[in-house]
């Protein structure tokens, strides 16, 4: 990837809105200073990509508030040889960054049209290391499980069943969880087959909308 006129703001990102508030993972850090998150936003919000909040990307959906991302990405708490699932691709902002830090990468997305602009935006910024693959994510995706650790972007009623059943041994998975309009961000670490859960405090994201999640686009 080349050094780009952002790299600035990016810097001024990771220091004030994310290390200040307490995410100290130095992979987690260097991954954020090094992914073009402006190559991520849609063409008009290019100088808002570095702000402290979420933005739209178009058919009803955001890229998330780089914070929370952050969060997020910390919480897997991943190694390099980890298998990661992400539901919900949007951007492909999130992906990119979990492709830094493990092996392999699957992000599944239900909108064929964000699906192919997040593949784009893969493009445009050099990121190889991750598969999108076009379907509805609180399925999982059984061909690649069980996966080391699993990342839900968008919020559901109850965590989806087979996300924790696809989710290995000793993998963790991070999830908003509760009513459509804010939840509760919770942790799940899978020990000899029992899940721990881990409350990581409120959140306000879109609806995951699928079999195992909520029904309905009618308030989307
Ligand atoms: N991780 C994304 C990023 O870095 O830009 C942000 C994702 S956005 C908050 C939530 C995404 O979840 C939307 O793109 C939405 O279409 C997708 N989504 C909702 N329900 C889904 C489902 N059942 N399976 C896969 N994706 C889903």
Same mark, same amino acid.
């Given at each position: 990837m080349e050094t780009d006129p952002c790299q600035g703001e990016r810097?001024?990102?990771v220091e004030f809105q994310i290390r200040a508030r307490g995410i100290g993972d130095p992979r987690v850090l260097a991954a954020m200073r090094k992914i073009?998150?402006?190559l991520f936003v849609p063409k008009g919000y290019e100088r808002a990509a570095y702000e402290d909040q979420p933005l739209p990307i178009g058919e009803g959906q955001t890229i998330s508030q780089p914070y929370i991302v952050a969060v997020m990405t910390e919480q897997l708490e991943l190694k390099p040889q980890d298998r990661v699932l992400e539901? @919900?691709?949007?951007s492909g902002y999130q992906a990119a960054l979990l492709a830094e830090l493990a092996a392999t990468v699957i992000s599944i997305e239900r909108l064929e049209d964000l699906a192919d602009r997040a593949q784009q935006n893969f493009d445009r910024a050099g990121v190889t290391g991750v598969r999108v693959v076009v379907g509805d994510g609180t399925q999982g995706y059984p061909p690649?499980?069980?996966?080391d650790a699993i990342v839900v972007t968008a919020a559901s009623p109850t965590i989806p069943g087979p996300l924790i059943d696809q989710?290995?041994? @000793?993998?963790?998975?991070?999830a908003p969880v509760g009513p459509r309009e804010?939840?509760?961000l919770i942790k799940l670490v899978k020990h000899e087959g029992r899940v721990e859960e881990i409350p990581l405090g409120g959140v306000c994201f879109v609806p995951l909308i699928g079999q195992f999640g909520w029904r309905g686009e009618d308030r989307l």
């Open positions: 810097e001024e990102m073009p998150r402006h539901v @919900g691709t949007g690649e499980a069980p996966y989710l290995a041994e @000793g993998g963790r998975l991070i804010c939840q509760d």
